[in-house]
Structures are given as structure tokens and as C-alpha cells.
């Protein structure tokens, strides 16, 4: 069964700190593109910072320069650092796994953690 366990949401200031974490189970972590979407309400999921198996990462014009992905391939796990947070990120975070296989994408998402802004 594959499972994306996320955790870290909470509440912070605006202008504050949180890492969020996205453990895996069920597939071969290693191989799997990782990525980090955020849903706030009224608003479509948008993709906010993606890692490939590789390492590549791209990130979202709004977070770029605060948040940070990363994986720990040991771990199967991979973080999600959000630095210098405002009000416009709140919103459930969600992890996403990515593999390429018999022709198409095979795709599996977290359950989601909230994460609120606010002073």
C-alpha cells in the first residue's frame, strides 16, 4: 500500500519558519519524483516546488527565494523548508509522488497538512 504521511503544519507569524515533511512507504522512494501543491480555499491546487530523482528542483515564482525542497533518499522522506512565510501561503500542503511507467504518469498524494499564516 503506499502511503504519504505528511506533517509540520501549523500556525506561524508572518514572517516566520516551518518545515514540512512528507514520509513514504510503498514504492521505491529513490526513483520517484517528488513535489509540494498548496490549496487555499476558493483557489486551485497550484504546484509549489517540485525534486526530481535526480535532485533538479523547481519552485513556484511565488516561493522562490523562501521555500526550499529537499529529500532524504535513506529516509524516504522529503521536506518542504518555507522561510519568510506570508498570509498568501496559507493553505493545505499537499505531497505528491511522480513515477514514469507503461507509457504514463503514476501519481499518489498525501493526505494534506494545513499550514495558516497569521498574525
Known amino acids: 500500500q503506499v502511503q504519504l504521511v505528511e506533517s509540520g503544519g501549523g500556525l506561524v507569524q508572518p514572517g516566520g519558519s516551518l518545515r514540512l515533511s512528507c514520509a513514504a512507504s510503498g514504492i521505491i522512494f529513490s526513483i520517484n519524483a517528488m513535489s509540494w501543491y498548496r490549496q487555499a480555499p476558493g483557489k486551485q491546487r497550484e504546484l509549489v516546488a517540485a525534486?526530481?530523482?535526480?535532485?533538479?528542483?523547481n519552485y513556484a515564482d511565488s516561493v522562490k527565494g523562501r521555500f526550499t525542497i529537499s529529500r532524504d533518499n535513506a529516509k524516504n522522506t522529503v521536506y518542504l523548508q518555507m522561510n519568510s512565510l506570508k498570509p498568501e501561503d496559507t493553505a493545505v500542503y499537499y505531497c505528491?509522488?511522480?513515477?514514469?511507467?507503461?507509457?504514463?504518469?503514476?501519481?499518489?498524494w498525501g493526505q494534506g497538512t494545513q499550514v495558516t499564516v497569521s498574525s
Open positions: 525534486i526530481t530523482s535526480g535532485g533538479t528542483t
Open positions: 505528491k509522488s511522480s513515477r514514469w511507467a507503461w507509457a504514463r504518469d503514476h501519481d499518489y
